[in-house]
């Protein structure tokens, strides 16, 4: 006999929960406008980044951008004067969303704005293995000193705190328990 409609809403319910649980995190670059009056390294030590979060830039566009720029230029903060050199991509929206994609990797992002970058205006991310679950930060080379890096093991905003495997059997569990109920 199939399971009552309320008891599949409830499985369809809690399943919804735990892979919403499991998505990326949204983080807004430095928990508010991106200016030259936050400490960006102090903020990114607080998080722990995995493949697939979104960094969301904001500013006023008339004043700031956002560089993703390779080390050697988040370093010494000069493209060249014509913002080429070293730039990876280049955001100017006042609202960028930067989907962190590559594992094991450091993002590298500055404003080019005159005396910004200088200023403190420049946020290196290290990512770690991930998609969902919290992943090890294994592989790839360490990031030079200086830069901060993040502990996998602390959570982000949004992120389950739940281990990878721990998501997987719980909705095998699910899957399991509807089965059972039907058959």
């Not at 199939?2 to 499991?22: D, G, I, K």
């Not at 905003?157 to 495997?165: D, K, L």
């Not at 998501?167 to 509807?178: K, S």
Request: proline residues 8%.
């Amino acid at each position: 006999m199939p399971p009552s409609p309320p008891l599949q809403l409830v499985a369809l319910l809690l399943l919804s929960l735990l892979l919403r649980s499991a998505t990326a995190a949204e983080y807004t670059v430095g928990d508010g406008p991106w200016d030259t009056g936050t400490n960006y390294a102090t903020w990114s030590d607080k998080h722990a980044f995995l493949a697939g979060d979104i960094l969301v830039f904001q500013y006023v566009r008339s004043q700031h951008n956002v560089l993703q720029v390779t080390e050697a230029t988040y370093r010494s903060c000069d493209t060249g004067g014509g913002g080429v050199a070293g730039v990876i991509k280049s955001y100017d929206t006042g609202y960028d969303r930067v989907q962190l994609t590559e594992p094991n990797a450091t993002y590298w992002f500055i404003c080019d704005f005159p005396g910004h970058c200088l200023g403190g205006m420049r946020l290196a991310v290290k990512v770690a293995a991930g998609g969902g679950g919290g992943g090890g930060g294994g592989g790839g080379s360490p990031p030079p000193s200086g830069v901060p890096l993040h502990p996998p093991a602390a959570g982000g905003a949004g992120r389950s705190q739940w281990p990878a495997w721990g998501l997987t059997l719980a909705v095998l569990l699910v899957v399991f328990h509807y089965c059972i109920i039907i058959f």
